[in-house]
């Protein structure tokens, strides 16, 4: 069963420092997702991204993230100077089809901690 | 702004018997509906999807209705089993497909 790929699993990081959290989607996918998870609650849409540009971005989603398909194969999500705020589980999901239209392919995840 | 609201209490049944999970929506005409499993720790993982122009969609133990007249979902697992515990995510869109509102799940415990 293909899988998308995240690393780390876990980062942790002082507030103020840059982080790059990266994937790996499924090799024949052209939809690529990040969402996050602040512990206990909803999953949270971030941004979406298709051939080489981002489809749409949340409120969240702000000049502090960037991502990133720096070749054919990562999807990266970058967060320039982290609060405490970012705390959260960040996950990369793709899909085949625009419509996700059999699910999106979510990875484990990355806890991104800061202190 | 749109609210997709599951039953935050948990769940619990008993091993074989059917779970009914609720997912109920306002301010919102989603086109697609999808329903997810997680479990600690883990990603979501897809189970099922349903149209705004279906009733009914069926995988194996699994059934989802969609009402768009009550905005409302429902998720069965018929002769569940304790491998089914977990949290189960409702997910919708509209007609922009780039991205999916998920509600914050019920956990579902079933005893053995």
């Known amino acids: 069963e293909p899988e998308v790929t995240q690393t780390p699993s876990h980062q942790v990081t002082q507030m103020g420092q840059e982080v790059i959290l990266r994937c790996v989607p499924i090799?024949?996918?052209?939809?690529f997702y990040w969402y996050r998870q602040i512990l206990g609650q909803k999953v949270e849409f971030l941004v979406s991204?298709?051939?080489?540009?981002?489809?749409?971005k949340s409120e969240i989603f702000d000049d502090q993230f960037s991502v990133e398909r720096p070749d054919g194969s990562n999807f990266t999500l970058k967060i320039r100077s982290t609060k405490l705020e970012d705390s959260a589980m960040y996950f990369c999901a793709s899909s085949r089809w625009a419509t996700g239209l059999y699910g999106y392919t979510f990875g484990s995840g990355t806890r991104l901690t800061v202190v | 702004s749109q609210k997709i609201e599951q039953n935050s209490e948990a769940l619990n049944i008993q091993e074989g018997k059917t779970a009914t999970l609720t997912c109920n929506y306002t301010?919102?005409?989603?086109?697609?509906l999808q329903w997810y499993r997680q479990d600690p720790g883990r990603g979501p993982v897809f189970l099922l999807l349903?149209?705004?122009?279906?009733k009914e969609k069926r995988k194996e133990r699994l059934k989802v209705t969609f009402d768009t007249t009550l905005k409302q979902s429902l998720f069965h697992i018929t002769a569940s089993q304790p491998a089914d515990s977990a949290t189960y995510l409702c997910?919708?869109?509209?007609?922009?497909?780039?991205?999916?509102?998920f509600g914050s799940g019920t956990k579902l415990n079933v005893k053995p």
């Open positions: 090799s024949n996918h052209l939809y």
């Open positions: 991204f298709y051939n080489n540009e981002i489809s749409e």
């Open positions: 349903i149209r705004e122009n279906e």
């Open positions: 997910a919708l869109t509209g007609d922009n497909f780039n991205k999916f509102y």
């Open positions: 301010n919102y005409s989603p086109a697609y």
